[in-house]
């Protein structure tokens, strides 16, 4: 079955420090992976995606995430944390059936101290 | 110019009502989805219709009815609510069902009391 984790509940960073919010998937075939954010009260954003080519993916607001094809992993990372970055992040991957309608991680809490 | 927009924002309404949410989006894209998140943050499909036809019906109770009547609208009527049904609902859409990425809009906070 395929499926997205995301491993981590929450996960609190310093300001000014880099910051990875992880995501691993389980799909067949080649994945289409992304990520959004939700800020509070706010629908969900897109930030970036995977569909092919280089495994470092650059995305809105100075994220980037780098695909694991060996550790099937699609982390996020942002060299150097804002406190307007406090945000839920959800990973998401598309189904690979007949529908393409994306699989959602359960989200990590990401919480930026000043 | 908002480019998923729904209304009403918020909702409290009494267990056994029926209600209506509504949703427009004005990209020209083809498909359009309805999620659930509840309490905990989790995010689930209910549905979702490309050109008007249905696509992902998921296992929700059949008291939840979609209505496209146009591409550019997707409205969620409930029937007989109940307490579980209280959640944030999202209208989502995207340029084609090929799982694109997806724009949200804002959601509606549904309280049944």
């Known amino acids: 079955a395929q499926s997205v984790a995301q491993p981590e509940d929450q996960v609190n960073v310093a300001e000014g420090n880099p910051l990875t919010v992880k995501c691993t998937y389980s799909?067949?075939?080649?994945?289409?992976l992304f990520w959004y954010v939700q800020y509070p009260n706010r629908g969900l954003q897109f930030l970036l995606k995977?569909?092919?080519?280089d495994n470092l993916v650059k995305g809105s607001y100075g994220f980037e995430a780098e695909f694991n094809k060996s550790q099937t992993s699609f982390h996020l990372k942002k060299p150097s944390a804002l406190v307007s970055d406090s945000a839920l992040y959800f990973c998401a991957v598309r189904d690979m059936g007949s529908n393409y309608q994306l699989i959602w991680g359960a989200g990590t809490k990401l919480i930026i101290k000043p | 110019d908002t480019a998923v927009s729904q209304t009403p924002k918020y909702l409290v309404t009494q267990m056994g009502n029926d209600k209506s949410i509504k949703c427009e989006q004005n990209?020209?894209?083809?498909?359009m989805y309805w999620y659930k998140q509840d309490s905990k943050k989790f995010l689930k499909i209910m549905f979702s219709?490309?050109?008007?036809?249905?696509?992902i019906n998921e296992t929700v109770p059949n008291r939840f009815s979609p209505k496209s009547p146009d591409k550019a609208h997707l409205n969620l009527h409930i029937n007989s609510l109940e307490l579980g049904d209280s959640a944030v609902y999202f209208c989502a859409s995207s340029p084609d069902s090929s799982g694109r990425v997806q724009y949200f809009g804002a959601g509606t906070r549904l309280s049944v009391l």
């Open positions: 990209l020209g894209h083809d498909t």
């Open positions: 219709y490309n050109n008007k036809e249905l696509i």
């Open positions: 995977y569909i092919t080519g």
């Open positions: 799909v067949s075939g080649n994945p289409y």
